[in-house]
Antibody
Framework: EVQLVQSGAEVRKPGESLRISCKGSEDTFANFWIGWVRQMPGKGLEWMGIIYAGDSDTTYSPSFEGHVTISADKSTNTAYLQWASLKTSDTAIYYC??????????????WGQGTLVTVSS | SYALTQPPSVSVSPGQTAGITCSGDGLAKKFTYWYQQKSGQAPVVVIYEDNKRPSGIPERFSGSSSGTLATLTITGAQVDDEGDYYCYSTDDSGDHRGVFGGGTTLTVL
């Protein structure tokens, strides 16, 4: 069974840094891309970016590039989403998502349970 | 930037057929995927590669695509099908960046 287990909810102040994690089973990370999806309160899904743990090849959505960092540790089958300086507008649920690659396109076949990040002064 | 457009809401009575559309210039060349998200839960894929249904998804869910328009059809909608539905595809950048539609809230009552 594919499992993606995300770290717990976080509360931070504006300007603080944060890293959240997503741990998968070995068969989840091997030969798959792991990505992150944002869902702001009461809003829709937004694709943020993906990483291939094998070589750390990373692709970002233009909307998020420069604002977050996606990384992975293939030795522990863990992906990370990191902020250097949070803003109140970063308040959202963040889902990690395993991406399948077929016909040259990436799509999400399994999701983590989500991590709620609250940024408030 | 690449965008996928969905109607904000669709409402049907139980047993009726619900159709949710997704339009985007790139859909003529790219597959469309559909995700269901029930309140407080993570999304689940219900249709992949335009019209394929994952194991465990009821047969009443089907997908189609023609030109720049993709459609998710729920034949004989049930109250349990209520939730938000998102279409998804990839852009033309060559880097295969994912894009979600704005989402459609399905009400069955």
């Amino acid at each position: 069974e594919v499992q993606l287990v995300q770290s717990g909810a976080e509360v931070r102040k504006p300007g603080e840094s944060l890293r959240i994690s997503c741990k998968g089973s070995e068969d989840t990370f091997a030969n798959f891309w792991i990505g992150w999806v944002r869902q702001m309160p009461g809003k829709g899904l937004e694709w943020m970016g993906i990483i291939y743990a094998g070589d750390s090849d990373t692709t970002y959505s233009p909307s998020f590039e420069g604002h977050v960092t996606i990384s992975a540790d293939k030795s522990t089958n863990t992906a990370y989403l990191q902020w250097a300086s949070l803003k109140t507008s970063d308040t959202a649920i963040y889902y990690c998502a395993r991406h399948e690659r077929t016909y040259g396109a990436f799509w999400i076949d399994h999701w983590g349970q989500g991590t709620l990040v609250t940024v408030s002064s | 930037s690449y965008a996928l457009t969905q109607p904000p809401s669709v409402s049907v009575s139980p047993g009726q057929t619900a159709g949710i559309t997704c339009s985007g210039d790139g859909l003529a060349k790219k597959f469309t995927y559909w995700y269901q998200q029930k309140s407080g839960q993570a999304p689940v894929v219900v249709i992949y590669e335009d019209n394929k249904r994952p194991s465990g998804i009821p047969e009443r869910f089907s997908g189609s695509s023609s030109g720049t328009l993709a459609t998710l059809t729920i034949t004989g909608a049930q109250v349990d099908d209520e939730g938000d539905y998102y279409c998804y595809s990839t852009d033309d950048s060559g880097d295969h960046r994912g894009v979600f539609g704005g989402g459609t809230t399905l009400t069955v009552l």
